[in-house]
């Protein structure tokens, strides 16, 4: 599930996960803290945040204590209240490959290893502001609470537990008295740590507060800055290399992803620039570390390509915008009963234009586009022309989000990648998409199925369209369009041909009788051309031209065996000279029908602004 959203892909992708390391059975919950034994060795939630404050979930969000996982937020407060330096000068960031809790210093510096260590977090908790050790815990649990965008509370039997049972980490503790790392008051300074792993949190705050990591410290659902963006750096490189203990090297070998793991079953993983995970099963493997959690992310990290060190989306540009079509309309002419129809019913085809590499950020943007759309569409057109790369997210995401289009009985166009590398990517998709090399002949084909299924034909009509239902002469008097009409003759032009090119004299006003025709222009430095628009029959072209009497600016060819009315400059001029008054109307009516092209493309300009 996820907040405020019907269920989508990557719900779906996270309840698959869940189900299967649900069913994984073995390892045991701890016990060493009596509480803890208590946990149902059943449960297992799975929580994923994005940049951008969407949270989605899978399975039990049950509270837990946070444990050892509340070790790298606190180290990050620590570092923001404190300098990293003052930090660095009692606790090391070295990986020891020993147990979470031995009592050992670095023999070379005589500092805690890392602050991942208990003897490290013990230190750590000791730096964060405050006065008095009521005050620094105050400002723990503050600070956690801002990093999972709510207000967190303590179990207080966990932690009488904890103080209780603690005697190893006072230990560990004595042992940083005596080389000069904490102050006299050893149990009060245990008690602030026993104190802040007995916070409550769920899987989904994991997500958060290591979303929020990823996000350079700046909390993606709360937009609150948390810790300054220097300190995560810092922060993640010591998750990276300590954060699972002695299987932190093979985690992040297998998994890639920065985390710290907690006895209660807990995992927070960060992915900078990327997305957050929460993970919580309290069967422990041998190490400490959650049997499903760590399965889980593996599952994850592998099926969407999250391994910090696989090069990934190298620009986050993803959805440049969403429009729907009737707001930008392809360029088929079409005749005026059609254009009503689809400026009234059009708004069920959507045109989604993505660019730039695609991996789980970008595509995520995508589908909860799809998602969260008031309006659901019946055509939904995926514009990837600009899509550079898509990585195995996004290529996972894409095929999710098609075949639950599909399935819905949403008509799925692709307009496909100009790059090889990408389009490759997409040669699995099913064979019911219909797949167009720009968005415009997409555009038309979902205009086209509308058409037909509200029982309109747009095919082109079998008899000629007389000169009076021209687009361009509705409203003129008869006599100016009798008085026109003595002056045209008529071409007939085979499919294929090149009635006129760029840079022709004008010929005259063509009013296409039958067939149709398309425009084109040559793409300047390129060896390619573009298409404009698609000329039907009852429409007309070449009017700039007529008027102005300069060359041809456009290419103009016939898609199938076309008739032409055809009114030349020589006519025209003739038209001026006998009949100024029907010449004028038709200078009325070309004039009427520039502006109206005009005041169309400023809306398609202005749809674009709005979505972009």
């Known amino acids: 599930m996820t907040d405020g959203a019907p269920a989508g892909p990557i719900e779906e992708l996270l309840h698959e996960i869940w189900q299967e ?16 034994a208590k946990a149902d060795p059943a449960t297992c939630g799975i929580g994923l945040a994005t940049l951008d404050g969407r949270v989605y979930t899978a399975g039990d969000l049950v509270p837990f204590t946070i444990q050892s996982v509340s070790k790298p937020y606190v180290y990050a407060l620590a570092l923001a209240d404190r300098g990293q330096d003052a930090v660095l000068a009692k606790v090391g960031a070295e990986p020891t490959g020993d147990p979470f ?5 670095d023999e070379h510096t005589g500092r805690a290893f890392n602050p991942m260590v208990n003897a490290g977090a013990i230190i750590t908790s000791s730096l964060v502001a405050g006065s008095t050790r009521d005050e620094q815990f105050q400002r723990i649990l503050a600070g956690l609470s801002a990093f999972a965008g709510r207000d967190l509370g303590v179990d207080e039997s966990v932690y009488d537990s904890e103080r209780r049972t603690g005697d190893r980490n006072r230990a560990i503790a004595y042992l940083m008295r005596s080389a000069g790392l904490l102050d006299e008051d050893v149990d009060a300074q245990c008690e602030l740590y026993f104190r802040q792993c007995a916070v409550l949190v769920t899987a989904r705050d994991l997500a958060v507060m290591a979303a929020t990591l990823a996000n350079g410290g700046l909390n993606p659902v709360t937009d609150v800055q948390v810790v300054p963006r220097d300190v995560v750096a810092s922060v993640l490189t010591v998750m990276a290399t300590c954060g699972m203990y002695d299987y932190a090297g093979e985690w992040l070998y297998r998994v890639g992803i920065p985390a710290k793991s907690g006895v209660s079953g807990g995992v927070s993983a960060a992915l900078p620039g990327q997305l957050g995970l929460g993970l919580h099963s309290p069967l422990l493997d041998p190490r400490g570390n959650s049997v499903r959690g760590v399965a889980a992310a593996d599952l994850l990290s592998k099926r969407l390509g999250l391994h910090l060190l696989l ?20 360029r ?23 660019v730039g590499d695609e991996g789980f950020a970008s595509t995520e943007m995508l589908i909860r586009a799809v998602q969260d759309d008031p309006r659901p569409a019946r055509w ?24 639950r289009l599909l399935a819905e009985d949403v008509a799925v166009c692709v307009v496909e990648p100009r790059l090889q590398l990408p389009k490759a990517s997409l040669r699995d998709l099913p064979d019911a998409v219909h797949r167009f090399l720009d968005a415009d002949s997409a555009l038309e084909w979902c205009e086209t199925q509308l058409l037909d299924g509200l029982g309109v034909t747009d095919d082109l009509l079998d008899g000629l369209v007389p000169l009076t239902q021209q687009e361009l002469l509705e409203g003129l008097p008869e006599w100016a369009v009798a008085a026109l009409e003595e002056r045209l003759t008529t071409r ?31 793409i300047r430095n390129q060896a390619g051309r573009r298409r404009l628009s698609t000329i039907a029959a009852g429409s007309s072209f070449g009017e700039l031209a007529l008027v102005d009497g300069r060359t041809r600016s456009t290419r103009i060819v016939a898609l199938e065996p076309t008739i032409c009315y055809v009114l030349g400059p020589d006519e025209f001029a003739e038209l001026r000279r006998r009949d100024p008054a029907s010449a004028a109307e038709l200078v009325l009516a070309i004039s009427r029908m520039l502006s109206a092209r005009l005041r169309s493309s400023t809306a398609d300009v202005a749809a674009f602004e709005a979505d972009g």
Do not use: C, M
């Not at 499919?495 to 149709?516: K, M, N, R, S, T």
């Open 380 to 403: 939904r057109v995926l514009d990837l022309r600009r899509v550079t790369r898509i990585d195995t997210a996004g290529v996972a995401l894409l095929h999710s989000l098609v075949a």
């Open 311 to 330: 090069p990934s989306e190298r620009s986050r540009n993803g959805l440049r915008r969403t429009y729907r079509a009737d707001a930008v309309r392809s």
């Open 21 to 36: 390391v649900a069913a994984l059975d073995s390892g045991e919950v701890a016990t060493y803290i009596p509480e803890l």
């Open 492 to 522: 007939v032009i085979t499919a294929g041909a090149i009635v006129f090119d760029e840079g022709d004299p004008a010929d005259g006003l063509y009013f296409v009788g039958a067939g149709q025709v398309a425009s084109d222009i040559r």
């Open 101 to 105: 809790n031995s009592i050992s210093l």
């Open 332 to 354: 088929r002419g079409r005749p005026r009963s059609h254009r009503d129809l689809l400026d009234a019913e059009a708004w069920q085809i959507v045109v989604h234009e993505l």
